[in-house]
Structure formats: C-alpha cells, structure tokens
C-alpha cells in the first residue's frame, strides 16, 4: 500500500511539472515545486488511507419480515 501511495504522488507531481512548464514557469520554480507537491500529496493521502482505515465497518442493516 506504501508503494501505491508513493506512486500516486509521484504522479501528481508529474502532472504538476508538465502543466507548470506548459504554463510557462521558470524552470527553478518547478524544480523547488516539484517535492513540495510530491510530499503534500503523500502526506495528504496517507492521511485519508489512515482515515479510512480506521472507521469500523458497518455492519448491513437486517431485514424484518413484513407482517
């Protein structure tokens, strides 16, 4: 699960290099740009797997017999 949440943001920061430079932004900026978006998503994501995990599962409403 790790590997699949580093991936992601390694992605996401991907993305984020190509729109940058699409966009015209000098190439320091990306390069100082490129771990801070790598690591916020990380962070962010491991914090909602955390999350998730973390609630209970809910069990499935039983049916009552109609009468």
Do not use: D, E, H
Request: with cysteine.
């Amino acid at each position: 699960m790790i590997l699949g949440l580093v991936l992601v943001s390694a992605v996401v920061g991907k993305i984020a290099v190509v729109a940058a430079l699409a966009l015209g932004l000098p190439t320091w900026m990306v390069v100082v740009t490129y771990p801070l978006i790598c690591s916020l998503t990380l962070l962010l994501s491991a914090a909602i797997w955390n999350i998730r995990q973390g609630q209970p599962a809910r069990a499935p409403q039983q049916l009552r017999p109609q009468t």
